[in-house]
């Protein structure tokens, strides 16, 4: 069983920059692919950015966030530069525990979750 905790959410105004990580315990991310998802109040929950045997990015946020891996620390990091106030909602990781190579920018795909960590950004 895998646990996933985010961190690194807070309050920031447009044009500044975040660095989340979602730190995983119970196994090794290794390759299994690992989305990062964002949800603002009333809205669905929608994809950012993946990483698996190639890394994949939203079209609102490719070129301002990049998403990394450090094996090491079984940690997986996103990188959110150049914030802007559509930017702001809960960021969650997910993991997903086959090592398949393969990015997703579905929900379903994934068997983990972590809770959330609040991403505010003031115009």
């Known amino acids: 069983q895998v646990q996933l905790v985010e961190s690194g959410g807070g309050f920031v105004q447009a044009g500044g920059s975040l660095r989340l990580s979602c730190a995983a315990s119970g196994r090794t991310f290794t390759n299994y692919p690992v989305g990062w998802f964002r949800q603002a109040p009333g809205k669905e929950r929608e994809f950012v950015a993946g990483?698996?045997?190639?890394?994949d990015y939203a079209d609102s946020v490719k070129g301002r966030f990049t998403i990394s891996r450090d094996s090491a620390k079984n940690v997986v990091h996103l990188q959110m530069n150049s914030l802007k106030p559509d930017d702001t909602g809960v960021y969650y990781c997910?993991?997903?525990?086959?090592?398949?190579?393969?990015?997703?920018?579905?929900?379903?795909?994934?068997?983990?979750w972590g809770q959330g960590t609040q991403v505010t950004v003031s115009s």
């Open positions: 997910a993991a997903k525990l086959r090592a398949d190579g393969g990015v997703y920018r579905r929900t379903p795909f994934y068997d983990y």
């Open positions: 990483i698996g045997g190639f890394t």
